[in-house]
């Protein structure tokens, strides 16, 4: 690690030099203007990982942006590693809020600036200095790698799941790692060995054939939007519980250690509920904050709409009234499983006087889970202490990882989260960065980490 | 009544032709550049009433559109009538589905098409010439009459509480006559003896200081979506009961003769629910359809919204949800007790971990009634039963009749609706009509009625 401890840091204004050319292509999925930008980035992640040796490297087309494939058999008998990524960034507006041009790096108080200087183009660009040292220092990786670096992770990876479906054994592999994330700190290193999953519906309540005037028809008939209040208020209690039967069934409780990692991850709640703007929490009893958001189930209305929405008032007994909802999953519900009770629910409550429709959205994911005693998880754990000097804390994540999910419900493929920007980073707003001390770590982790893959993780063979 | 039955046979092709230039003036109130129609209306009507002898025609300025002012004192001993109708007219969009131009009166078919045929020219109208016979054969009304004519009840009558307020004693009278309202059948004569009160709040429940992350919120703040259903929901039960504390604490139960009233009035259920396109009627358990709409409060939910109601799915969790109600009333309920009530309940049942505020909007009123056994409707009956040679169904409005309120409220003075369109008369939609046989009866009527009041109605003295 000497040599490459000196290696990174006698290259280190080259690489951040090569990064700041890679973030000035306003590669913006999001705006079809920028299309050819979003290409050009392809383009020069390509070339770039064709520079550092990599034998294989193509621009494969998808019905959207491309997706950048690399593969180095460095070890046949050692594992084959993918690693994840994504070249394109999220828009700039509001434009007015950054201090320097977002597609203009500059580097300020020890952290470099620019749109994608953490997300992704920053992390992935990481992982491809550490492989750049593998081959000069070592002639090349311990262990097989490849890279998947997509182009449309900003307006939800929608070509990911079928191109991932057609290269099945493109992509095979023994573990996927993901250069898109974070840590919990800049200086906290973290393990993320979890994920909620989603499955998400839409209600809609119809009644008459159009809307009635309240005062001739109120009391007469029944109104779609009480109708929808009653039917949404009765899928869960006052307590936070979901009241949908067959919804906890298969719900894996967090076991004592589970539960224990969870309560050494820092919670300031005043300072949460301060952030948030709220006088009090509320959620599931018997769970705490860290827990309700992280391993407890949820329903939730996204949105709900009826009748008139104007100033003042219209006394209109509304004719329809909708709702959609998201479930966040958590191990083992079945998102098509959650969706069948709810809609057994509907059916059981439906008041009377109207007739209720549930349609499910497309998207559903199960809920991801890698824990902590994982190889790949342990390999990264070992190597994280060792470059911030502290044990990663164990973390998980509300939301919904997509690509986790994909890897393994498309690949078969376990994925460790291994991405170095932190919650200060700015991610998807103005002023985005990576910290410098966060580049340095992460390149020279990458670079142990598939030393320590090469080393302990069980190959397929 | 023979001399009257000549007088209106004779003269109806001009009082037709007279109606006909009132209907050509498009005094569409709700539209600013037609306030010079408005206005023309005005003057035309008071132009007219100048030319049968009332002594003293005002037009009187209000905030927004005049009030015609008229009085012929006919007889100081007598009682005092003051006859409402407006002239001011809806919009006439669609204007396609008008089958001729609703400013150019046609007759066909045995009625008389144009906007404000029936509401509320044709009407006033009636009554107007009730009065020129009452003039031409009897030298003058057989009673002391006012009329007072509105420009603004299409736009909610906003000056009209203003201006009563500020001429109670040119208003004062014994009996208030509305020519504004309807038959229950345009061969089928009825007596409106009660509209529902009105009382009307928002609901605003705020969470979060901005939209939050479903997934990596839900489960540990609560939805201020969720705690409004929870709230609306507390509000009713699944029997359509208002579960709001003292809801029902001054509500007067129909009695026997009021139900047996209500009972008499023809109602085809089947019809009304294919009218409507429900499959089942549902509310407030132990009354009938018409019972439910005429002689029962409410509490609607007009119109509810929060969060994200595109296309699709946003997986946010709303920082606000709000909703907006009325409560139709009844004798003796409280606007402002029932206001209160909510209040009380929203205080009492306010979900955690949001703020909750309600808002009240003006414009309360409450329950108008007037027994079938007042001597105005009874002379009401007697001259209608004369006219339509059958007994008048004994209705109620479930909706609100802002004017009879007004009258009640501002001046103390009951109010008659005496007024002859029919359902079938397309009031604010196209094709708007007055059927002929209205007209022919409803002057018959108006002249027969004024008689009977002069003979039969109790005067302040």
């Given amino acids: 690690m000497s040599d490459a401890e000196t290696y990174f840091r006698e ?7 090569e990064l700041a050319a890679f973030l000035r292509i306003p590669s913006q999925s999001a705006l079809p203007e920028h299309a050819p930008d979003v290409r050009a980035a392809a383009g020069w992640v390509a070339d770039h990982l064709r520079g550092l040796g990599f034998p294989r490297v193509e621009i494969m087309p998808t019905a959207g942006h491309p997706v950048v494939l690399a593969e180095w058999r460095g070890a046949p008998d050692r594992p084959t590693v993918v ?3 994504h070249y394109d960034v999220q828009p700039v507006d509001p434009l007015t809020l950054w201090t320097s041009p977002p597609f203009e790096p500059a580097v300020r108080d020890g952290k470099l600036y620019a749109r994608g200087a953490s997300d992704d183009k920053g992390n992935l660009f990481i992982a491809v ?3 750049e040292a593998l081959a000069r220092l070592d002639g090349g990786p311990p262990l097989n790698v490849k890279f998947m670096l997509e182009g449309e992770e900003e307006v939800g990876s929608p070509s990911l799941p079928g191109f991932m479906a057609a290269h099945k054994d493109l992509l095979s592999g023994d573990l996927a790692v993901s250069a898109d994330g974070g840590m919990f700190g800049t200086d906290t290193p973290s393990l993320t060995v979890g994920s909620r999953g989603i499955c998400a519906l839409q209600l809609d309540v119809r009644g008459a054939n159009h ?3 309240s005062g001739m028809y109120g009391g007469a008939v029944q109104n779609p939007v009480h109708a929808l209040v009653a039917l949404l208020a009765s899928m869960r209690g ?13 719900v894996r409780p967090p076991g004592p250690e589970e539960r224990a990692e969870m309560a050494r991850v820092p919670f300031d709640e005043a300072a949460y509920k301060a952030a948030l703007g709220v006088e009090e929490l509320h959620g599931e009893a018997g769970y705490t904050t860290l827990e309700r958001a992280w391993a407890r189930p949820t329903l939730e209305v996204n949105g709900i709409w009826g009748g008139f929405q104007g100033d003042g008032l219209k006394t209109v007994l509304p004719a329809e009234a909708h709702a959609k909802l998201t479930c966040r999953l958590v191990p083992d519900q079945e998102p098509e499983a959650i969706l069948d009770a709810i809609e057994a ?3 059981r409550f439906r008041p009377p006087g109207v007739r209720v429709s549930v349609r499910r959205f497309p998207g559903s994911a199960r809920p991801y889970s890698l824990p902590a005693s994982h190889p790949g998880q342990q390999a990264a754990a070992k190597v994280l202490k060792a470059v911030y000097g502290k044990e990663p ?3 998980r994540a509300g939301g919904t990882l997509p690509v986790a999910e994909m890897f393994a419900s498309i690949l078969g493929v376990p ?3 291994f991405a170095f920007g932190g919650p200060d980073s700015n991610v998807h707003a103005p002023d985005e960065c990576l910290p410098l001390d966060a580049f340095d770590r992460g390149v020279r982790a990458y670079y142990r980490y598939l030393h320590e893959l090469a080393r302990s993780h069980p190959a397929a063979g």
Same sequence: chains 1, 2.
């Fill in 11 to 17: 290259n280190r204004d080259r690489h951040l030099a």
């Fill in 238 to 250: 006052p307590d936070g519980r979901i009241a949908v039967a067959g919804f906890y069934d298969r």
């Fill in 415 to 417: 994925l460790v989260f």
């Fill in 129 to 131: 200095k550490a492989l």
């Fill in 211 to 213: 809307d009635l005037h």
């Fill in 345 to 347: 629910h509907v059916e």
């Fill in 393 to 395: 804390l164990v973390i």
């Fill in 83 to 85: 690693i994840y990524g």
